[in-house]
């Protein structure tokens, strides 16, 4: 016979409902509640049958509050028990990893037919990866204008940067390059690598100001010409509200031992997204390069400029 109480009936409980009884023990008795009097209770249990527990080792619930720690320890439910911490553990679902990728396409285009015709597309891509001890950005835009048939631009741009940041500071060091295309330019091809250092002059969650400092070279294609050049760079992107982006850049690249011999980018893209829940956004910007001293019929300016729509991802 049982010397102890080993139960506590739970009082919304009635007959064919399902109650488990669990013993100062540990251990556990489980099935459907047949009765219930003054003197005991009566479960079922699937093997062993009708099992009786007398009711004076039952502990009513309106007294539960005033028994020893020891029978507080024991209950009779209605609902399952909960599962173990290793059942827990096993039943949690991991949240996925934020991918440290984020990107976006867009494209403008503008087209007219009156007495002339004329068409203008701009396609950009741009991808991005930033992680607490590095950041790889890389940027591609393409432009094409054509009027009364004939093609009068077509320009490729493509820039890529890799940052490496120093531990508990707020320096880093970089390598990029940027490779042009220019239908229309006597040198075709235009390629610039560069590697240096820089610092962030700000770095918070909404502004970043970063300045860099190096060296390089540019190399032209048709006439095969290197020119060997220093890089001072300061690139900002500043989140302005929760519509609003602003990135940007301006560079200067002389020539050493030359400094009238450069080239100088200034870029600027403002996006505003067209709903706080949705990927789309207007975007507007400007891009100019000026090479200080052009090889042959190649033009020193190369300004564009651009309205359209873009799509986050």
């Known amino acids: 016979m ?19 009884i669990v013993f100062p023990g540990g251990d556990r008795l489980s099935g459907e509640l047949v009765s219930e009097s003054g003197d005991a209770c009566v479960i079922h249990h699937a093997v062993l049958g009708n099992v009786t527990v007398p009711r004076s080792f039952v502990v009513d619930e309106s007294k539960s ?9 024991s209950k009779v439910t209605n609902e399952d028990p909960a599962p173990a911490s290793g059942d827990d553990a096993e039943a949690a679902i991991e949240p996925e990893p934020k991918s440290p990728w984020k990107g976006s396409v867009s494209l403008a ?7 002339t015709s004329s068409y203008n597309i701009r396609f950009a891509a741009e991808a991005h990866r930033k992680l607490e001890t590095e950041q790889f950005d890389i940027t591609a835009s393409w432009y094409w204008n054509q009027s009364n048939g004939d093609t009068s631009d077509n320009d490729i741009l493509v820039k890529a940067d890799q940052q490496w940041f120093i531990a508990e500071s707020h320096w880093l060091y970089f390598v990029q390059g940027t490779w042009q295309y220019d239908q229309f330019e006597d040198w ?13 002059l700000f ?9 860099k ?18 890089l001072f760079e300061l690139s900002t992107d500043w989140k302005i509200d929760e519509c609003q982006t602003l990135t940007g850049g301006a560079s200067l690249a002389p020539e050493p031992m030359d400094w009238d011999n450069y080239l100088a980018t200034i870029s600027v893209d ?9 990927p789309w956004a207007l975007n507007i910007g400007l891009r100019n390069i000026y090479d200080s001293q ?9 300004l564009k400029a651009y309205a359209g729509l873009s799509f986050d991802f």
């Open 188 to 200: 075709e091809h235009r390629v610039s690598p560069y590697g240096g250092v820089g610092y962030k």
């Open 109 to 115: 285009a503008t087209g007219s037919k009156t007495t």
């Open 203 to 211: 770095d918070q969650e909404d502004l970043t100001l970063t300045l």
């Open 294 to 302: 052009p090889t042959g019929n190649s033009s020193a300016n190369d």
């Open 213 to 230: 400092g190096g060296l390089g070279a540019t190399w032209r294609y048709n006439g095969d010409q290197v020119d060997p050049q220093l």
């Open 65 to 73: 509050a005033s028994t020893s720690s020891t029978s507080d320890a």
């Open 270 to 278: 403002w996006k505003m997204k067209l709903g706080t829940d949705t």
């Open 2 to 20: 049982m010397s102890a109480t080993v139960a506590l009936i739970v009082a919304s409980a009635s007959a064919g409902e399902q109650v488990q």
